[in-house]
């Protein structure tokens, strides 16, 4: 039974930083793609940042290229996601998923709860 939980949400400033954490349990597919995916209420939800654990590739959205780093330990089987100069549109409901194909949401097979963060001007 495959388990992410996400972690490190809150409330920051424009211009801050944030980091969250998914912890995994049970058997994660290396071979396939771990993603931090985001939705707003009443909007649709949107790919983030992507990593290819083996050979650690990375994909990200236009919007958070080089504010956002998504990263992994693999002793820990945790994924992270650095956030930096966060802007209220980083506004969101953030979640995790694992085992899927770069930032294409309906490839995932496995999802967590999500964690909140807000970013206030």
């Known amino acids: 039974q495959v388990q992410l939980v996400e972690s490190g949400g809150g409330s920051v400033q424009a211009g801050g930083s944030l980091r969250l954490s998914c912890a995994a349990s049970g058997y994660i597919d290396r071979n396939k793609w771990m993603a931090w995916f985001r939705q707003v209420p009443g909007k649709e939800r949107e790919g983030v940042a992507a990593i290819y654990p083996d050979y650690e590739l990375t994909s990200y959205a236009d919007s958070v290229k080089g504010r956002f780093t998504i990263s992994q330990d693999n002793p820990k089987n945790t994924v992270y996601l650095q956030m930096n100069s966060l802007k209220p549109d980083d506004t969101a409901l953030y979640y995790c998923?694992?085992?899927?194909?770069?930032?294409?949401?309906?490839?995932?097979?496995?999802w967590g709860q999500g964690t909140q963060v807000t970013v206030s001007s």
């Open positions: 998923a694992a085992e899927g194909r770069l930032l294409l949401q309906n490839t995932y097979r496995y």
